[in-house]
């Protein structure tokens, strides 16, 4: 029995609207298939206080839909405290409960994903040059 591997890869991303969601599944899939890892696990991270990760269909309605309820749920300007310093409370409290990192199992050698679960970044305060994103696996070869 092989002892476990820790792999991990940068994504960079550039971001056009206020709120995006970005298909990063390829990205990630590269880095688990790069990875030589077998079985373990890809966690997905966004080291970013505005922005975060989710997996679902890739479905352009769909993606709107995520889009709009996030707004709804965390409105832009409903007189957040954090407004005062740099105007972007609702993206923080984006970022904050639905979650800056993803896990997915990888077994066999290959990312284990719903058929409707494609990757996202979720950009909520953008648009930003680089978002930066880690891909991280760790398991046996
Ligand atoms: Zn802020």
């Given amino acids: 029995m092989s002892g476990v591997e820790f792999y991990y890869?940068?994504?960079t991303v550039r971001t056009e609207r206020l709120y995006q969601l970005v298909d990063i599944t390829r990205e990630v899939?590269?880095?688990v298939e790069e990875s030589g890892v077998r079985n373990?696990?890809?966690l997905v991270y966004a080291p970013h206080a505005t922005a975060?990760?989710?997996a679902n269909e890739h479905e352009s309605g769909l993606m709107e839909d995520i889009l709009r309820s996030i707004q709804s749920n965390y409105p832009r300007r409903a007189g957040w405290k954090h407004d005062l310093i740099d105007d972007n409370a609702a993206?923080?409290?984006?970022?904050a409960f639905i979650g800056a990192d993803r896990v997915f199992p990888v077994i066999n050698g290959r990312l284990i994903r719903g058929t409707w679960q494609n990757i996202f970044l979720v950009e909520m305060d953008?648009?930003?040059h680089r978002r930066r994103l880690l891909v991280c696996v760790l398991g046996q070869k």
Avoid: F, K
């Fill in 29 to 31: 899939e590269r880095a």
């Fill in 9 to 11: 890869r940068e994504i």
């Fill in 126 to 128: 953008g648009p930003r």
């Fill in 91 to 95: 993206a923080h409290l984006g970022s």
């Fill in 40 to 42: 373990g696990l890809c």
């Fill in 52 to 54: 975060a990760i989710v």
